[in-house]
């Protein structure tokens, strides 16, 4: 059981667009549509950003957009904002062992 | 609102044992899985274990296979996590999450969270 791979850092200035990746196994990203992000700001429980690959929970803002390529999928943050500095960290279904694998997560700097 | 409250953390020794319980409100419990994710100082988030809507599935991360034992009850609205074997790895604050898709037997994603209670392993 292998976490997803992330890049540790990302940034962007406000107004602009960043895209995180991560990077699964056919076994997990790879073989099945349930890819989520979750934003996590410091001291405060993670959020779910981003479910099924790229379907948005009600009250996020649709600057946050989700897509997956074969194993790898991605997150794009458009039209940055101050208060999108957080971690982002992916997950997804991994079969009917281990049931749930996180990322290592991304740490987005808004500069 | 859902809410979830998570209790039990504290400092215990290498070897020991420790149960964390929390308690639903806000949504229909028995109506979905519900997992633990726990995240270590400094590092980033791990799923732990999770459990299907009625028990029959449950789930558990290989760090913790064989030493943590995952339960709930659904005419109390509750979940548990019983750590055995603890080890100074399992340092954490654990995390008690709702599973966001109805009749939920499996991992699909965690739509709702609590705000954590933390488990310190050292002698």
């Known amino acids: 059981q292998s976490a997803l791979t992330q890049p540790p850092s990302a940034s962007g200035s406000p107004g602009q667009s960043v895209t995180i990746s991560c990077t699964g196994t056919s076994s997990d990203v790879g073989g099945y549509d349930y890819v989520s992000w979750y934003q996590k700001h410091p001291d405060k429980a993670p959020k779910l950003v981003i479910y099924?690959?790229?379907k948005r929970p009600s009250g996020v803002p649709d600057r946050f957009s989700g897509s997956k390529s074969g194993n790898t999928a991605s997150l794009t943050v458009s039209g940055l904002q101050v208060e999108d500095e957080a971690d982002y960290f992916c997950?997804?279904?991994?079969?009917?062992?281990?049931?749930?694998?996180f990322g290592g997560g991304t740490k987005l700097t808004v500069l | 609102e859902v809410k979830l409250v998570e209790s039990g953390g504290g400092l215990v020794q290498p070897g020991r044992s420790l149960t964390l319980s929390c308690a639903a409100s806000?949504?229909?419990?028995?109506?979905?899985?519900m997992h633990w994710v726990r995240q270590g100082p400094g590092k980033g988030l791990e799923w732990v274990s999770g459990?299907?809507?009625?028990?029959?599935?449950?789930g558990y991360a290989d760090s913790v296979k064989g030493r943590f034992t995952i339960s709930r009850d659904n005419a109390k609205k509750s979940l548990y996590l019983q750590m055995n074997s603890l080890r100074a790895d399992d340092t954490a604050l654990y995390y008690c999450?709702?599973?966001?898709?109805?009749?939920?037997?499996?991992?699909?994603?965690?739509?709702?969270w609590g705000q954590g209670t933390t488990v310190i392993v050292s002698s």
């Open positions: 459990i299907g809507w009625n028990s029959a599935g449950k």
């Open positions: 997950s997804s279904y991994a079969g009917s062992n281990n049931w749930g694998v």
């Open positions: 806000g949504f229909t419990f028995d109506d979905y899985a």
């Open positions: 099924a690959v790229n």
């Open positions: 999450v709702k599973d966001g898709i109805y009749g939920s037997g499996t991992y699909y994603y965690l739509d709702s």
